[in-house]
């Protein structure tokens, strides 16, 4: 990535962050990276859902079809910097899942190991 892009999708990642806080009720919601094109006409961004009652697929499907409002207010933050508008797209980020997942193996398999020692 050009320097350019990285500072577009910084930006855009700073400012969504705040746009975002508006859209969380009992949820939280992490943008966890903004990816833009080359040409800075789509920005692909990777949130991270977080819902005590496990709606995270409730509470993205309702951020993806408030898109055209989430841009129009992006667009009112950051149209002194860039020439387009970026088109927004919504990604699920399951990192930390994935994250959680290897740790309980780990875990089990270090247990096991510990185990299998004070067999012997």
Do not use: C, W
Request: avoid cysteine; charge should be negative.
């Amino acid at each position: 990535m050009s320097i350019r892009t990285e500072r577009v999708g910084s930006v855009i990642k700073e400012d969504l962050g705040k746009i975002l806080l508006g859209y969380q009720r009992d949820n939280i919601i992490t943008i966890t990276s903004v990816n833009m094109t080359p040409d800075l006409s789509i920005a692909r961004v990777n949130l991270s859902i977080m819902d005590p009652g496990g709606n995270e697929t409730v509470v993205f499907e309702h951020l993806k079809e408030k898109i055209p409002a989430i841009r129009a207010e992006l667009a009112q933050l950051i149209r002194h910097q860039v020439r387009k508008i970026p088109e927004v797209q919504l990604f699920t980020d399951d990192t930390a899942e994935y994250t959680q997942k290897l740790e309980k193996l780990f875990r089990a398999a270090k247990a096991k190991e510990s185990h299998q020692d004070s067999e012997d």
